[in-house]
């Protein structure tokens, strides 16, 4: 932790007034980012790690208190037998025969004491397996409730230094937000001046801006298409519009996926004002300034949106 507390320190320096001229490029941040991660990534890891640690003590205390549980029902079961056998024997019965004790014959005398004996001794052994157990149990226990009560000091520790990595994490990435460049063409009174397409890619330049930063803050799987012919109509042909695949397309996102497609249409609208952009489609919905309005189904995963992100500028 000790390392993302010094990272973020440096990072989060570049306001004062020693460092005011040399602000950080965006490759700083994104080098300072990457070691947070990978940071991150352990903390998170033990994290995990700790949680599975926990479970295993709690159900080792709940083993040893089942143990314990069928070592004294044996235990109660032996003693219940050696009471009622030293009642018979002090009344003068055989535990297993039809008669009298002192009306018994020597043989079946024999037969009966021998019993006593056999039933004494094996109520011994039970007390003995149950004081083995007992003493397993509590051995057990008191190992399961140490490592427990420790786990919990260190799943603590670590949701803190979790939270902490997400909270510097968060700053960065606002860091590196800040130094998006702005395009131009922008009017004083916030509207946009057209732009027309150029370049081998036959976009605008506000496009080309926003798709080249999408490609520098996002790992995008099957990378962005921008220019399409007027066939397709929309946007596309105009040079002002990208989508930028999550998938390989044409396939459901996984889960992962999908939140990839989350924080990067979250990324644009955060920077529409300062970006130009006109509208974003995602996960068949459209956001265009003031919020997200369902579309309607136009009947496949990439034309729902659903396995891209569409950008569209001013």
């Not at 990272?7 to 306001?15: D, E, K, R």
């Not at 159900?59 to 070592?71: H, S």
């Not at 249409?265 to 919020?291: D, F, H, M, P, T």
Request: aromatic letters at 6%; a neutral charge.
């Amino acid at each position: 932790m000790a390392a993302l507390v010094t990272t973020a320190t440096v990072v989060l320096m570049v306001g004062s007034s020693a460092d005011a001229e040399r602000k950080p490029t965006p490759e700083q941040l994104k080098r300072e980012l990457a070691e947070l991660q990978k940071d991150y990534d352990a903390i998170v890891g033990d994290y995990n790690a700790n949680r599975v640690a926990l479970e295993d003590a709690r159900a080792a205390e709940e083993q040893a208190g089942e143990r314990l549980a069928t070592a004294e029902q044996t235990y109660e079961d032996a003693r219940r037998q050696v009471t009622l056998l030293a009642t018979l024997s002090y009344q003068g019965a055989p535990s297993n025969a039809g008669i009298a004790f002192g009306d018994a014959e020597p043989h079946e005398r024999i037969h009966t004491t021998a019993l006593l004996h056999q039933r004494a001794a094996e109520n011994n052994a039970a007390i003995i397996r149950l004081e083995k157990l007992r003493d397993q149990r509590l051995r057990a226990e008191e190992s399961a409730t140490d490592k427990r009560q420790d786990l919990q000091k260190r799943d603590k520790t670590l949701r803190t230094q979790r939270d902490e990595a997400d909270d510097t994490i968060d700053k960065i990435k606002k860091k590196i937000d800040q130094l998006v460049l702005t395009p131009s063409g922008r009017r004083p009174n916030g509207t946009w001046v057209p732009q027309l397409p150029d370049g081998p890619d036959y976009i605008t330049p506000r496009t080309r801006l926003i798709r080249d930063q999408v490609k520098e803050r996002f790992s995008l799987p099957d990378g962005v298409g921008c220019y399409r012919s007027l066939q397709d109509g929309g946007e596309h042909p105009l040079g002002r519009a990208c989508d930028f695949m999550i998938t390989s397309g044409g396939t459901w996102p996984t889960p992962a996926e999908a939140a990839l497609g989350d924080r990067l249409a979250a990324w644009a609208i955060e920077n529409s004002r300062r970006l130009g952009v006109k509208y974003v489609i995602y996960r068949q919905r459209i956001w265009q300034g003031s919020g997200w309005r369902s579309m309607s189904n136009r009947g496949g995963v990439t034309a729902n949106h659903q396995d891209h992100v569409h950008i569209s500028m001013y």
